[in-house]
């Protein structure tokens, strides 16, 4: 448990001395918000009705900015193998990393989303259902980004793959992280998609804990 | 050049002998595969002060890297208190023996043994048992030192005051502030090995440890490692520098086909 907690502070500290990883996922999720009524034009009910999408997109877009670094820097400065030899347990050491990646850039897409559905005329109602939608769907991003970055370490390139690999993935928290809006703001409940995400989200914290270790494993050797 | 088995602990002016079956054959094989031969110094036992009889042993071990052979037939014997060298040109496989020994890397044959059980089958306590020093230093620039050691330290549940230990060790305690990125790389090297010393650990695993390190660093090195081996640590070093302690046998690897 020690262990752990050393690997999810270092991480939180190491993005807090070298902001600029998590300052570049933000500003790529305000600048795309910005640019989408210049695209569509500024009607406001076009761009209500697009804003949920829109905002999803953008975070999950953005999100796939930072899963390079999540373990590229570890590998290349062979601090990898210190976490591959503690005789903690891999999993965990993973599950820490990837709540240190979704604090310091899942939390804050969260965190500016108001600003992002304020600029896309998102009517303020919808306005709760879509933060947590975002803040039960982002984890997932981190978890299943985390594999995908596990898995292209070691390749050339890896950071070009990385996309078209997670990218499917993401359709589901993409759906019902929509889904919760649409139907908060059609009058019904949005409980159950709600639900669904966080059913993603708890599957998802086994298999990317495995999944994301035995890469790691791998590309020790 | 024949493949033989490095036997430390033999009594008398040491002979490489053939401790397991099938080094011999190993040895002849015509695959291409590089064979490896003893040419250490004279073995010598280092004096023991601590009960410890811990043993690494490894048979006939056989090392495959994407697709290619690096080594076959490898075997050795070091007891407590004993450090073996590993010595060869590049890329004939000191590292990856090393990563086999750590477990990072699967044997393609033969068993790495501690105490005579095989570590693939109890990885977790031999991750506990192993102070790594890989090529690269491993260190965060922007962390500083003692930050930096005291995370290693508690991945493997140690206490802030052994990564202290380890810096005064290698003489960098004045400078356990600074960040990593502000120091020459022969001082970062003597953090890695502080990191090591820090670690407590049973074996220490070292590749080429004295890279960028000053006479007085690879004097404090020697040091340290003398002491490990004195408290009845083992260790195999992969150098091709001659380090300031007795080396219980050597490893040479012949030059990669």
Redesign the interface.
Known sequence: M??V???LL?DL??AW??PLASLTVLAFFAMAAILFPFAVGPEPQLLARIAAGVVWTMALLASLLSFERLFQLDHE???V????????SLEAIVLAKCLAHWLTTGLPLVLAAPLAATILNLPPEALPTLLLALALGTPSLSLVGAIGAALVLGARRGGVLLPLLVMPLYVPVLVFGVAAVEADLAGLDPRAHLLLLGAFLSGAVPVAAIGAAAALRQS?? | MATRDIAPRAAGPCVPRRGFPDSGRAGNSRDGGPALAWAGPPLLRLARMSPSTDRLSAASLACARGGRLVFRGLGFELGAGEALALRGPNGSGKSSLLRLLAGLLPPAEGAVRWNGEDVAGAREAHRARIGWLGMQDALKPALALAENLRFAASLRGAGPDAARRGLEAMGLGALADVPARRLSQGQRRRAAIARVIAQDARLWLLDEPTLALDDEATGRLGEALAAHLARGGLAVVATHVDLPVRLAGAIDFAAAP
């Open positions: 020690n262990a907690r050393a690997v270092r500290r190491l001395r070298s400065d062979g601090s193998d210190l976490l591959l030899l503690s005789p903690a020790g050797e």
